[in-house]
């Protein structure tokens, strides 16, 4: 099937975006999946490349029907992939669905998701205006009811946040499924890791993006329905390679950039928090904040099982005695709002007095 033309030769004001898909055993969600591209409202050129990774059902079949509809309103299509009976990993598909494309503006799109029509139009235009930018948005679930505390938070954030709450246990602040880029930020931040299930490669992905000195931005709108079900690619990462990910990255953007540090929550969370960092870091934490009264009542926290001697003894106070910076090790939005309200009674400011990690 048609490329299209090289990537230099395409008009400025109507560049060719390639929607990239990588997709294995999706007949059940294909027909909305490229419907919702079929009905973008972009008029200028537009493609798919699609790479099959040793789908087992009618997915094939699927694809070359919608190409033969798809070309007929001039979006050129690429497919590609193999059959073999083991499947290379979502890691392997990207690179594979964005190497064979031919835009200058990558558009991501899952199988199992639906772009809302003014999808590629709205984020073209912020992504024009930001170079060495992951351009994210808004979206809503289906079913609706699924993940509510996940979708309000990633929904709500603000673009300063995106950058602030980056580490948190949701994942990347803009979720991948909604990442729209110039193909020079996949250049520079990517590949994306092909080391197969249960690795995080979105999220690596996106903090080396960030490590590289990438920006975020996200419209405030939802321009995508994000399918919830049980055969989610997310089920199958590894939760502990999600921490490691996590960690490294905030000890290279936030952790090195202080002198010293309280973590709030003195609990599980924190206190694993305090045991993954290197001995010098670990120095950096003058105490561990709490507002449960036996932990405080305790008064320290010792990491027996540190070799270094004598053992490490952390100071455990009231969070109204903390001094920031903060990396609060809490979860949102599961307190009642008891956290929310003991954290705006300090009047600090988030990205400068404290990072969210939970």
Known sequence: MPLMDDVSTQSSSHPT??????????????????????????????????????????????????????????????????????????????????????????????????????????????????????????????????????????CGLSQQQLYTQAYTAFGPSIIQPTWFCERAVFDKAGPFSIAGKGTPEDLLFFYHHLELGGKLLKVDRPLLVYRYHNDCESFNVNRWTIWDARVKAIVNHVISKWEQFTIWNAGKEGRRLYRSLCHSDQQKVVAFCDVDVKKIHKGFYIYEESETVPKPKVPIIHFTEARPPLLICVKWGLTGGGFEENLASLNLVEGRDYYLFS
């Open 17 to 154: 975006v390639s929607v990239v898909m990588t997709v294995r055993n999706g007949e059940q969600w294909l027909d909305e999946s490229l419907s919702s591209l079929l009905n973008q409202t972009y008029t200028g050129h537009m493609e798919l490349s699609v790479y099959n990774d040793g789908s087992t059902d009618k997915t094939v079949e699927i694809l070359k029907v919608w190409s033969f509809r798809l070309e007929e309103r001039h979006i050129s299509v690429v497919l590609n992939g193999h059959n073999n009976d083991s499947p290379k990993g979502v890691g392997h598909g990207r690179n594979e669905a964005i190497l064979q494309s031919r835009g200058r503006y990558l558009c991501f799109l899952d199988a199992d998701d639906i772009m809302a029509p003014e999808r590629i139009e709205l984020q073209l235009k912020m992504a024009e205006t930001h170079p060495n930018t992951l351009t994210g948005s808004c979206f809503e679930r289906l079913p609706a009811d699924s993940t509510p505390r996940y979708t309000a938070w990633c």
